[in-house]
C-alpha cells in the first residue's frame, strides 16, 4: 500500500487543487511502478507558514521582507 504525503503552506488551496493532487499523485504511482490506486494513500498536511522555516526563518518573515 503506497502511502505519499504532500506538505504544503497553508494558504488557501482549494478543495479542488488538493483534489487534483491526490489524483495527480495516485496516478503517477500507478504509471510509473505499476501501483493499485486502490491502495493507494495520499494526504496533504497544510502548515502554517510561521511554523515552516528557511534558511532559519520562517515563510511568514521571509514573504514579508518581499514587501
Same mark, same amino acid.
Given at each position: 500500500?503506497?502511502?505519499? =504525503?504532500?506538505?504544503? &503552506?497553508?494558504? !488557501?488551496?482549494? /478543495?479542488?487543487? +488538493? /483534489?487534483? %493532487?491526490? +489524483? !495527480? /499523485? &495516485?496516478? %503517477? $504511482?500507478?504509471?510509473? $511502478? !505499476? +501501483? =493499485?490506486?486502490? &491502495? @493507494?494513500?495520499?494526504?496533504?498536511?497544510?502548515?502554517? @507558514?510561521? =511554523?515552516?522555516?528557511?534558511? !532559519?526563518?520562517?515563510? @511568514?518573515?521571509?514573504? +514579508?521582507?518581499?514587501?
Amino acid at each position: 500500500m503506497p502511502y505519499v =504525503n504532500i506538505r504544503i &503552506t497553508r494558504e !488557501g488551496a482549494t /478543495a479542488e487543487q +488538493k /483534489a487534483a %493532487l491526490i +489524483k !495527480g /499523485a &495516485t496516478q %503517477l $504511482l500507478v504509471d510509473v $511502478l !505499476g +501501483k =493499485n490506486p486502490a &491502495t @493507494t494513500v495520499v494526504v496533504i498536511d497544510e502548515v502554517d @507558514t510561521d =511554523n515552516w522555516g528557511i534558511g !532559519g526563518e520562517s515563510i @511568514t518573515v521571509r514573504r +514579508k521582507a518581499k514587501k
